[in-house]
């Protein structure tokens, strides 16, 4: 089966721009996830949607937003990019939400760099 | 918040040597879960501990489940080159992925 995969994998922007990233889960995964990973830090998780549904958000500012299309494709939008916003963006899908009855299948994400 | 700290940061061992990464917290975890992750990729799900002091082998990794459910650590016998990567621990709480909480990986070389 197809992976997970991420568009486009690299990213050059100026501060104060915006931008949009892609990606497509593995066919039959209705969860998407967006994971931030900085230079330095661990994963962080940014959004979960499900069924088209926004679930959950974690602790990133409102210009992170995104949404999950009828296909369950999704797309991470950055507004008003900052500097620290430089990071590699990866995107995960599961069958289900539960850990243990589903692993998280992880695209090779989009490396942004903001400048 | 759940901290998960990994130790060490960095590893560079000569090919054939043993080793061992550790996951620590203070956080009791559902589950825990081990990834790779290799330059350029995403990471990649080695294996989830659910069971207090639970132990699994994958070959010639064998990851430990603490008992009280805060610490993990993954042991590499004999280690390869092709075991160089990015070794991240995950912590579930309850409630599915949202909760998941990711160390900072424990960087491992290895050299031939």
């Known amino acids: 089966e197809a992976g997970v995969t991420q568009s486009p994998t690299h990213l050059i922007k100026t501060r104060g721009q915006q931008v949009t990233l892609r990606c497509s889960p593995i066919?039959?995964?209705?969860?998407v996830y967006w994971y931030q990973q900085a230079l330095g830090l661990g994963l962080q998780f940014l959004l979960w949607y499900d069924e088209g549904e926004e679930r959950n958000r974690g602790n990133f500012p409102p210009r992170f937003s995104g949404r999950q299309f009828p296909n369950y494709s999704s797309e991470l939008n950055v507004n008003a990019l900052e500097l620290e916003d430089s990071a590699l963006y990866l995107c995960a899908s599961s069958r289900r939400q539960n850990i243990n009855d589903s692993p998280l299948h992880f695209g090779n994400g989009t490396r942004l760099t903001v400048t | 918040t759940q901290l998960l700290e990994q130790s060490p940061q960095f590893l560079s061992i000569q090919e054939g040597e043993n080793l061992t990464v550790y996951c620590n917290s203070s956080?009791?975890?559902?589950?825990l879960q081990w990834y790779r992750q290799e330059p350029g990729e995403g990471p990649v799900l080695l294996v989830t501990?659910?069971?207090?002091?639970e132990v699994k082998k994958l070959k010639r990794l064998t990851f430990q489940f603490g008992d009280a459910r805060k610490d993990s650590s993954l042991h590499i016998t004999a280690a390869q080159p092709g075991d160089t990567g990015l070794y991240l621990c995950a912590g579930a709480g309850e409630g599915g992925y949202q909760k998941v909480t990711f160390g900072i990986g424990t960087k491992l070389q290895v050299i031939p």
């Open positions: 501990v659910v069971t207090g002091g």
């Open positions: 066919s039959g995964h209705t969860s």
């Open positions: 956080s009791v975890f559902s589950s």
